[in-house]
């Protein structure tokens, strides 16, 4: 009896919180539509789940969740330049308030990390490091079963190696990252690395650190994904030859008419690989078997590769087959000794002609689809010799090929990563939204000096099942408006003020010593930096700079001029405190005169002029010489000789009478 009347309570109880469950929902809006279940996810080790399972989890995630192109997307300025620095960077900026980072980026790695204010072994960068502590919102990753824990089982840390040789190591922690003011996505809560040891050149480059952009659970671009922030996608375009920068876009684009794609497998390997069966030299299929792409990682794409790899059997086909299209040239040595670079000069300065002087190639994908390579694409410029150019393509150690950023310069990238494919496009990168017809493209806003010592205000942010809401940074930059640097101009002369805190009237400054610090800072040559000016206000003193092209060259290159422009506005160069603080108070760029024939060549005539004659005069004194020398030897008879007889004249003697 007494378990009948339990089970009979027990019924009435179930009863009544159906019924309040009921009338409950009745009063939620949108009646009708079930509230999810949230399930916490973790950060996979290699300890956990192998590649396939990772990506199989979070590929029908995303794929329920997708909407193309209805997403927000974050465009971001690319700066530097592929063979100058190696490299291109972004900015992003971490923690509350924002601390401003400039970040490679890889899609190779699958990291974002920067160093931090612990670092044990970390280089000198382009920007302080990352102070854990001055960010409020900053958390460290705890140990957890899915990721890899530090020696005293507290924080998640990571290491990432490269091949060449470099590493880098820390703890991850998760902070607040910003994309910038032209970005439609709001700040974000994601997981990077706080970096405690870099090694190689992650130590000694310039760069801050990478933004990774691989496939795998920390990369920038998952964790977007995975909030439901972004579209499963993300585009790069590379700027050409002597032009630098470009444009990046996190999240998905109307891919254009023309573009051509190739797949994608995302089990093949953990990079994004394309399937390359043909290389076309000037039309003509190099002899190699289809396989020849396919072996050991197949064909990788990987932006923070400078230069493009290939198989022996097949770097030696596209060798020979430029060699023999490019005949008409003469071939020369490379610009360094210790690398046996295959280098042609007699093909001119104009980037745009090289296309009549070396043949197209042709990338051929297994669906028929072909990616056009123009010269700039397989080529860079020879440092040494003025009009010569060298092969970018090189032989690999092994089977993989490997595609860098100098393949896809001028090209607009877009890795698909929903649907499994990635696109290409050929266009001007420096003119990309404008080409793509893109409303809202970012503006030209003015460029106004900051004070180094304002703070921007913290981003408001509010969380609501992982996502972060607020509005962008007031400090990220506008970047350089495309107007100031169109693609075709050439920067002859860049003159800038810069105002010091330190009255100089008196103290007769060594000019000479700041221009190296300048210069250093700026990353040029210190002979490029010239003082112009010098004038007391107040208790300020401005000082009047120019930036000239180098030694061997007759104009600065877009890339470096817009580095400089942007180090000097954003108060990235760190002098002395000897010099006080400055602000940069006006900034001018000249275009490249274009002189005369004459103006160009004065020098050389004056020097050919003066030869002539310094060669003229040695020769007409030889000559004399020597026929003086014949006169006096003629004049000498030897003894015994035969002299004719002449007759002498008839004196005649004039008497001093008749005189």
């Not at 000239?548 to 470096?560: D, K, L, R, V």
Request: glycine fraction near 8%.
């Amino acid at each position: 009896m007494a378990q009948t009347w339990s089970l009979l309570i027990a019924a009435i109880v179930i009863l009544s919180f159906v019924t309040i469950y009921s009338s409950s929902a009745s009063q939620i809006p949108n009646k009708g539509v079930r509230r999810p279940m949230i399930f916490p996810l973790y950060f996979a080790s290699p300890k956990s789940s192998g590649h396939r399972q990772a990506i199989e989890g979070s590929y029908w995630r995303r794929h329920l969740k997708s909407d193309p192109y209805h997403h927000p997307n974050a465009r971001m300025r690319l700066y530097d330049d592929l063979l100058s620095n190696g490299y291109y960077t972004t900015r992003l900026w971490i923690g509350t308030p924002p601390q401003e980072f400039a970040l490679i980026v890889d899609t190779g790695s699958t990291v974002t990390y920067v160093p931090c204010s612990d670092c044990e072994h970390c280089g000198k960068h382009q920007d302080p490091r990352f102070q854990p502590d001055e960010s409020s919102t900053y958390h460290p990753v705890k140990c957890n079963m899915d990721c890899n824990c530090d020696h005293d089982g507290v924080n998640c840390v990571y290491e990432r190696r490269y091949a060449e040789m470099s590493s880098s190591s820390g703890v991850l922690g998760e902070d607040i990252i910003s994309f910038g003011n032209e970005s439609e996505v709001v700040p974000q809560r994601a997981v990077f690395g706080c970096e405690n040891v870099e090694t190689g050149d992650l130590y000694s480059q310039r760069a801050d650190g990478i933004m990774g952009l691989g496939r795998g659970q920390l990369s920038i671009v998952d964790q977007l994904v995975d909030k439901n922030v972004i579209n499963d996608s993300f585009s790069l375009c590379y700027g050409g030859m002597h032009v630098g920068g470009g444009a990046m876009v996190l999240g998905g684009i109307p891919p254009p008419p023309d573009m051509v794609f190739s797949r994608s497998d995302p089990y093949r390997s953990p990079y994004y690989n394309i399937e390359l069966k043909e290389i076309h030299v000037a039309g003509k299929p190099l002899k190699l078997s289809p396989s020849t792409f396919d072996r050991k990682h197949g064909t990788v794409l990987d932006s923070g590769t400078t230069y493009a790899y290939l198989p022996e059997e097949a770097f030696v086909a596209f060798r020979d087959a430029i060699i023999k299209k490019s005949h008409n040239l003469k071939q020369i040595h490379g610009p360094d000794p210790n690398y046996n670079d295959i280098c042609f000069s007699g093909a001119g300065r104009d980037v745009s002609q090289l296309s009549k002087t070396f043949p197209e190639v042709d990338m051929v994908f297994s669906n028929g689809q072909k990616l056009s390579l123009t010269p700039e694409n397989y080529l860079f410029q020879h440092t040494k010799v003025h009009g010569a150019y060298c092969l970018g393509i090189f032989q690999n150690g092994d089977s993989t090929t490997l595609l860098g950023g100098i393949i896809v310069r001028n090209t607009l990238v877009t890795y698909d990563r929903e649907n499994e494919k990635i696109g290409f496009w050929k266009t001007n990168c420096s003119e990309l939204w404008k080409r793509l017809h893109i409303p809202g493209a970012p503006a030209a806003d003015p460029i106004v000096p900051t004070p180094k010592s304002v703070s921007a205000p913290a981003p408001v942010v509010s969380y609501n099942n992982n996502t972060t809401v607020g509005m962008p940074p007031s400090v990220a930059p506008s970047g350089l408006p495309q107007e100031v640097l169109p693609g075709e101009f050439q920067v002859g002369l860049i003159t800038f003020d810069m105002s010091f805190s330190v009255n100089y009237s008196n103290m007769k400054p060594n000019f000479t010593e700041l221009a190296e610090f300048i210069a250093h800072e700026l990353e040029i040559n210190a002979s490029q930096v010239h003082f112009l000016n010098f004038f007391s206000k107040g208790n300020h003193s401005i000082i009047r700079w120019a930036v000239f092209p180098a030694e061997s060259a007759t104009y600065i290159s877009n890339s470096t001029a817009m580095s400089i422009i942007l180090q000097l506005k954003e108060h990235r160069v760190h002098l002395p405190e000897r010099f006080g603080s400055y602000q940069l108070v006006e900034w001018k760029v000249e275009p490249q005169i274009k002189r005369t024939w004459w103006e160009q060549h004065f020098w050389t005539v004056v020097v050919g002029v003066i030869i002539t004659l310094i060669l003229g005069l040695s020769t007409f004194g030889v000559w004399f010489v020597w026929k003086w020398r014949q006169n006096a030897v003629g004049t000498y008879k030897p003894i015994g000789a035969r002299v004719p007889e002449q007759e002498l004249q008839q004196l005649t003697l004039i008497s001093s009478s008749q005189a």
